[in-house]
């Protein structure tokens, strides 16, 4: 396969699951989408390194991270200029908003770290190992963040309504 | 509280609607960003390029020929024993007196010379090429085929030595660099005086003994000076009598023998405004 072509089938395998993680980190789902499309962007820039990565997922996500952490560390540059308006009629993407809204409010509690730690073990499915090698933390590390993470869902009340099906 | 709170979130992260991935936004952006980055690697590597030329530049425009060093290329020789050799020193051609497109030839050296008339970069002198066909003597100068150097922005003379000729040429025909072949006649310089450093054996202006039995001395007399030669030697002469008189012009020489009729004694003299005035004498040891 040439090179746009595997990265074309790369990206259209992993965007969802970059969304996702990008909304647990904290993003609003337009900002969700803008980092997931900087993170194919840079994965496409760099297309040849990436593919003969060891784990494209764990480069791929360690992309992710970085550009999410740039992005709140100065302004945001993810939106770039482009010769068409991309202010388009789109249908009504409440309920989507208010989807990821929810799961916001419900991971509001959770530091910048124990996001990230759910987002490489739970979303990315990496190993304790790689997750502390892109993080450049202790495995060990790794797995406390994670407990108190998870601890820390438990006792949510939002998390509790969501599954018990209750209003947001 | 809920002991399910991380599948709990994967299922609202799975109903999560996430859109299309824009792939062809993000290949149209990847390959401009791509563009625009082998642009700037072009850009980086002319600049690079650049910088090492300029440095290289100022470097030999530092440390360059100065007044005082001589460049000199490489000879050519063709199948005639001919060598020629340029010369890249300012003070060569003004310390001969030549002038440019000038062709002398030098009987002390056995040398034939040649000032070019364009001039050319200091650090870059122009290889000579001889030919010697049917007696005709042809020099080119040109700077070397196909040479990528980085040359200084002065612009000097260069002097062409041609070595090898058992006899001068009248003419020389010139091909320069960027110029028209011309024919320059060829001046031959006359031969420096013979400066008469007299051996041992020499007998001087026709003294009977040799050299190394002769004797100099200056006469520093009140004068006034005497009509002739002969007349202003006489108050030394003493028991010697003269034997030849040689003028010319304004000096001449009085020998003078002894009673065997061997010449002892040379007087030098001058003639001056109010005649003639001895400078000196040269004489066998008695």
Not at chain 1, 61 to 86: A, Q
Not at chain 2, 209 to 235: H, K, M, N, W, Y
Request: proline share 7%; charged share 20%.
């Amino acid at each position: 396969m040439d090179y746009d072509g595997d990265f074309s089938a790369y990206a259209a395998a992993r965007w969802g699951n970059l969304v996702r993680s990008a909304v647990v980190l904290g993003c609003t789902l337009e900002d969700a989408h803008d980092l997931a499309q900087t993170t194919l962007l840079r994965c496409y820039m760099a297309w040849g390194k990436v593919s003969k990565a060891d784990d494209r997922d764990a480069y791929v996500y360690r992309i992710l991270l970085n550009c999410h952490r740039d992005s709140r560390r100065r302004r945001w540059w993810g939106e770039r200029p482009t010769s068409v308006l991309p202010e388009q009629h789109v249908p009504d993407s409440t309920p989507q908003v208010e989807s990821a809204d929810a799961i916001a409010r419900a991971l509001d509690d959770l530091s910048r770290e124990h996001r990230e730690v759910v987002v490489l073990r739970h979303l990315a499915q990496l190993s304790e190992q790689q997750t502390a090698d892109i993080l450049r933390i202790a495995p060990g590390t790794v797995k406390s963040r994670l407990s108190r993470a998870l601890a820390q869902l438990a006792a949510n009340s939002h998390i509790a309504d969501l599954a018990e099906g209750r209003p947001r | 509280m809920s002991n399910d709170a991380p599948a709990t979130l994967t299922r609202l992260l799975d109903e999560m609607p996430v859109g299309q991935p824009p792939l062809a936004d993000v290949l149209a952006s990847g390959r401009a960003a791509k563009r625009r980055q082998r642009r700037l690697q072009v850009g980086m590597v002319s600049l690079a390029v650049l910088v090492v030329i300029g440095g290289s530049f100022a470097f030999s425009r530092v440390l360059g020929p100065t007044d005082s060093d001589t460049l000199v290329a490489d000879g050519a020789t063709n199948g005639n024993e001919l060598h020629a050799t340029v010369e890249v020193d300012p003070d060569a051609l003004t310390s001969r007196e030549l002038v440019g497109g000038e062709a002398v030839w030098d009987p002390s050296d056995g040398a034939l010379l040649y000032a070019s008339g364009p001039r050319y970069s200091s650090s870059c002198p122009p290889e000579p090429t001889l030919s010697n066909d049917d007696g005709s003597l042809s020099l080119a100068l040109a700077y070397r085929a196909g040479a990528n150097r980085v040359c200084t922005s002065d612009a000097v003379p260069v002097l062409v030595t041609v070595t090898g000729l058992e006899s001068p040429p009248e003419r020389l025909t010139v091909s320069e660099e960027g110029n028209p072949s011309q024919v320059v006649e060829v001046t031959v310089v006359p031969s420096p005086p013979a400066v008469n450093e007299p051996g041992t054996d020499t007998v001087y202006g026709g003294l009977s003994c040799p050299f190394s039995e002769q004797t100099r001395a200056a006469l520093d007399i009140p004068g006034p000076g005497q009509p002739t030669p002969q007349e202003a030697v006489a108050p030394f002469l003493g028991s010697l009598s003269i034997s030849a008189v040689h003028t010319k012009e304004r000096a001449a020489q009085v020998i003078a023998n002894d009673a065997d009729g061997a010449a002892v004694i040379v007087y030098t003299l001058t003639k001056q405004e109010d005649g003639w005035w001895p400078d000196g004498y040269t004489e066998c040891r008695r």
